[in-house]
């Protein structure tokens, strides 16, 4: 029933820009609690960006300040703006709903993002 479907990744140069959105489906993004992970390869899959129900947001340092978490309640998706990109941002990124909680919410199928040096 939940659907997430995540776009705007791609290739980039260390210093540059993208913004990947999460369209969401069979949920109302503004009463929900949603995250950005990554996965680099060869890496496990770590919790960059959540932001609540409540619109508070939370990084992992080493994107704060360059990242930035969203909602667009009338187009219902979740936006992660990436600025000051480096190589190490490089992974496939992924959507999830309750982000806190692994064994619950859904995920988007991610999208590539490759920054190089």
């Known amino acids: 029933q939940v659907q997430l479907v995540e776009s705007g990744g791609g290739w980039v140069q260390t210093g540059g820009s993208l913004r990947l959105s999460c369209a969401a489906s069979?949920?109302?993004?503004?009463?929900?609690?949603m995250g950005w992970y990554r996965q680099a390869g060869g890496k496990q899959r770590e919790l960059l960006a959540s932001?609540?129900?409540?619109?508070?947001?939370n990084y992992l340092s080493s994107v704060k300040g360059r990242f930035t978490i969203s909602r667009d309640t009338a187009k219902n998706t979740m936006y992660l703006q990436m600025n000051n990109l480096k190589p190490e941002d490089s992974g496939v990124y992924y959507c999830?709903?309750?982000?806190?909680?692994?064994?619950?919410?859904?995920w988007g199928q991610g999208t590539q993002v490759t920054v190089s040096s």
């Open positions: 932001i609540t129900s409540s619109g508070a947001a």
């Open positions: 069979g949920i109302d993004v503004s009463f929900e609690s």
């Open positions: 999830k709903t309750d982000p806190y909680m692994l064994a619950y919410g859904s």
